[in-house]
């Protein structure tokens, strides 16, 4: 069977993991496991990790991404600043919730034998004791996160699991949006992320798997490989 079509057998098994199950109780759940100190954490130890090649190694990339994601959150869930406005921590735990899925889908999807081992993450570059630090700090992870999509989506081979990640990236953007506008009402799609100028005029920017990881390489504890996915 081929790659391609195994990603498909599986996406399409277990896409009831989104449709049968609450946001609410499915986090719950996800969290509550991430929790169980009977659970082991492992990390990898290689000093450059491959994330694999193909749609595997595509959807272990994003599989880094959301892990990223879901452990900025809970940072700023676990130690909030003080100055953050009413109403806003809740903002944070929603969107801590909606990462949290997206990675244990990921995780799902993938299976044990594909999926990267749970990676450790470096958060000490970035001010998040402040609450302007912190949305500085939302609008880099997640204008990234957006960016990445939106670079990666010719590079996936099914169709089926193209769909999959097309349906995450617009949550993720609707995130960036969230952030931006927290920052300053009105901003949510600012020319920084979508040019009004030129020929991406209206298009919001994308980036490569490799410029992805540059620019979020302050963050990782070891070096990504992404030298085996496809680049067109």
Same mark, same amino acid.
């Given at each position: 069977?081929?790659?391609?079509?195994?990603?498909?057998?599986?996406?399409?098994?277990?896409?009831?993991?989104?449709?049968?199950?609450?946001? @609410?109780?499915? *986090?719950? %759940?996800? &969290? +509550? /496991?991430?929790?169980? =100190?009977?659970?082991?954490?492992? !990390? #990898?130890?290689?000093?450059?990790?491959?994330?694999?090649?193909?749609?595997?190694?595509?959807?272990?990339?994003?599989?880094?991404?959301?892990?990223?994601?879901?452990?900025?959150?809970?940072?700023?869930?676990?130690?909030?600043?003080?100055?953050?406005?009413?109403?806003?921590?809740?903002?944070?735990?929603?969107?801590?919730?909606?990462?949290?899925?997206?990675?244990?889908?990921?995780?799902?999807?993938?299976?044990?034998?594909?999926?990267?081992?749970?990676?450790?993450?470096?958060?000490?570059?970035? @001010?998040?004791? *402040?609450? %302007?630090? &912190? +949305? /500085?700090?939302?609008? =880099?992870?997640?204008?990234?996160? !957006? #960016?990445?999509?939106?670079?990666?989506?010719?590079?996936?081979?099914?169709?089926?699991?193209?769909?999959?990640?097309?349906?995450?990236?617009?949550?993720?953007?609707?995130?960036?949006?969230?952030?931006?506008?927290?920052?300053?009402?009105?901003?949510?799609?600012?020319?920084?992320?979508?040019?009004?100028?030129?020929?991406?005029?209206?298009?919001?920017?994308?980036?490569?798997?490799?410029?992805?990881?540059?620019?979020?390489?302050?963050?990782?504890?070891?070096?990504?490989?992404?030298?085996?996915?496809?680049?067109?």
């Amino acid at each position: 069977m081929s790659d391609s079509a195994s990603f498909a057998d599986r996406v399409m098994r277990r896409r009831s993991f989104f449709r049968v199950a609450g946001a @609410t109780a499915v *986090t719950s %759940a996800l &969290v +509550l /496991a991430g929790c169980d =100190t009977n659970t082991p954490t492992p !990390v #990898a130890t290689d000093p450059v990790l491959s994330l694999g090649s193909g749609d595997t190694g595509i959807m272990n990339y994003a599989y880094l991404l959301e892990q990223l994601e879901a452990a900025f959150y809970q940072k700023i869930i676990d130690t909030p600043p003080s100055d953050l406005r009413t109403g806003e921590l809740a903002y944070f735990i929603d969107l801590r919730d909606h990462e949290v899925i997206h990675r244990e889908f990921f995780k799902y999807v993938l299976g044990t034998t594909d999926a990267i081992q749970t990676q450790e993450f470096d958060f000490s570059t970035l @001010t998040l004791t *402040t609450r %302007a630090g &912190v +949305l /500085a700090a939302a609008k =880099t992870i997640e204008d990234l996160g !957006v #960016a990445a999509y939106n670079g990666v989506g010719k590079l996936v081979a099914n169709t089926v699991v193209l769909t999959m990640l097309s349906k995450i990236s617009s949550v993720e953007a609707r995130h960036a949006a969230l952030i931006r506008d927290l920052q300053q009402p009105g901003a949510f799609a600012d020319t920084t992320v979508s040019p009004v100028s030129g020929d991406g005029a209206g298009l919001d920017l994308l980036l490569t798997p490799t410029q992805v990881l540059e620019a979020a390489k302050p963050f990782f504890k070891i070096t990504y490989s992404v030298a085996s996915l496809p680049t067109s």
